[in-house]
């Protein structure tokens, strides 16, 4: 049901008006958008991804050290969730030490970030449901304050195609932190409450 209600407030754009009527169907106005190639609401504004959010990289403490794993930190893998059926993420099927997260340059992100694989494969995503770090498959979304973060993890759903074409690489594909952090964000006008 939220994905439905997403895409008609946020693709087809029929969210309630002033007089609680769909917004385009009723005449709400529109304009064209270069960054998305289509028409959007008249006040919304495409922002750079990284303008709403900070982008963070995970890391892979060695496996040769069995000290830096069998602990209590959650270190989430595109492995864990491929086999998640949720868009919440709340374990891991390897958690690591204190050690391993200090010897390697991964980093906790709060709950409600975004976590979004960035090679192999691309385009897995999940909301983060208590404080996690991940390995370097992943760059997480931590929303700035203005950011609601169910909003977002359904945008980059969507969009998730085009992101998917950013990748580069000749071994295999990947999602640089800078094309991501460059990637163009609908962002709901301000007279607007969703």
Known sequence: ?????????????????????????????????????????????????????????????????????????????????????????????????????ESCSTSMVPVDSILVSSRAPIGLVSIAKKEVCTNQGFKTIVPKNSLDSLYLYYYVNYQINAIEQLGSGTTFREVSRQDLSAFPILVVGNEYVY
Not at 75 to 88: E, G, I
């Open 1 to 101: 049901m939220a994905r439905q209600l997403y895409e008609y407030w946020f693709v087809q754009f029929e969210f309630p008006d002033e007089n609680g009527r769909p917004y385009k169907s009723s005449g709400g106005k529109m304009e064209y958008s270069h960054h998305l190639m289509r028409n959007t609401p008249m006040g919304w504004q495409i922002k750079k991804l990284d303008e709403l959010a900070d982008i963070k990289s995970g890391a892979t403490p060695s496996t040769e050290v069995k000290a830096n794993y069998e602990g209590d930190i959650v270190w989430v893998t595109p492995k864990d969730l491929s086999r998640q059926k949720s868009k919440f993420v709340y374990h891991s099927e390897r958690c690591i030490s204190k050690q391993g997260f």
